[in-house]
Each structure stands twice: as C-alpha cells, then as structure tokens.
C-alpha cells in the first residue's frame, strides 16, 4: 500500500536546457529531491520528482531559462 501512495505521487518531466546540471544543482539546493536521472542526449535530462515539488520546479527551471515538459 505505501509503494501505492509513493509512486502515485510523482511526476517524469523532462527539462531542455545548456547546463542542466546546473539546474539540477539548484533544485538540489532549494529541498527538490530528484529520482531515476536519465540524460536523453546533451542537452536534455529526464527524471522524476515528487507531484508536491512541481510548482517550484517549474519556477527555478523557468528562472533559468530552461523549458520544463511533464512527460
């Protein structure tokens, strides 16, 4: 049943940005916890992270320039 709720709360999204360890550095530093990194090519990092932590992952990739797509 926790395995349920746990997986039932998380989202895949894929950011596309220059320096996307950069941004994964940032979301780091602001308490987003990142799970199963998969970098798709150079440019683009697919992972995933818990549905609370959505709305600040948008804000931090956005400030940075980079696109965020919930995949």
Do not use: C, E, P
């Amino acid at each position: 049943m926790v395995l349920w709720h746990s997986l039932n709360g998380m989202v895949t999204v894929q950011i596309v940005g220059a320096d996307t360890a950069a941004t994964l550095s940032r979301l780091q530093d602001s308490g987003v916890t990142v799970y199963d990194i998969i970098r798709t090519d150079d440019l683009t990092l697919r992972f995933r992270i818990r549905r609370q932590d959505l709305k600040i992952t948008k804000r931090i990739v956005q400030k940075k320039g980079d696109r965020l797509r919930i995949v």
